[in-house]
């Protein structure tokens, strides 16, 4: 199974930016659909982009479209969420998730490996 190490969260003014970055180890991230997911405080966690397992990018959540974009590295075994454009409303714990799925949904039971979350707070 996969394990996952998110970095590159921290603190930003709104309008700012930040470039997330999960890092594989144990297994290679090309094997999996891979998702951002984030949780901010008293909301249930939520998916913000997804991957599918053959590289194709399927899904960003509303809110983020235009403003969030996620890469898979293969040669790095990486996948990046860069932010731009960032709202307080932005603010949660950012997750990423790996899935044996082709193409994965929102629910968390669908994913067998998650990282242990990167904070982003953005201040208005």
């Known amino acids: 199974q996969i394990q996952l190490a998110e970095s590159g969260g921290g603190s930003v003014q709104a309008g700012g930016s930040l470039r997330l970055s999960c890092a594989g180890s144990?297994?290679?991230?090309?094997?999996?659909?891979m998702a951002w997911f984030r949780q901010a405080p008293g909301r249930e966690r939520e998916l913000v982009s997804m991957?599918?397992?053959?590289?194709?990018?399927?899904h960003y959540e509303d809110s983020v479209k235009g403003r969030f974009t996620m890469v898979r590295d293969n040669a790095k075994n990486t996948v990046y969420l860069e932010m731009n454009s960032l709202k307080p409303e932005d603010t949660a714990v950012y997750y990423c998730?790996?899935?044996?799925?082709?193409?994965?949904?929102?629910?968390?039971?669908?994913?067998?490996?998650w990282g242990q979350g990167t904070q982003v707070t953005v201040s208005s």
């Open positions: 991957i599918t397992l053959r590289g194709t990018i399927t």
């Open positions: 144990g297994h290679t991230v090309n094997k999996y659909a």
């Open positions: 998730a790996a899935s044996r799925h082709m193409v994965p949904g929102p629910e968390e039971d669908e994913y067998e490996a």
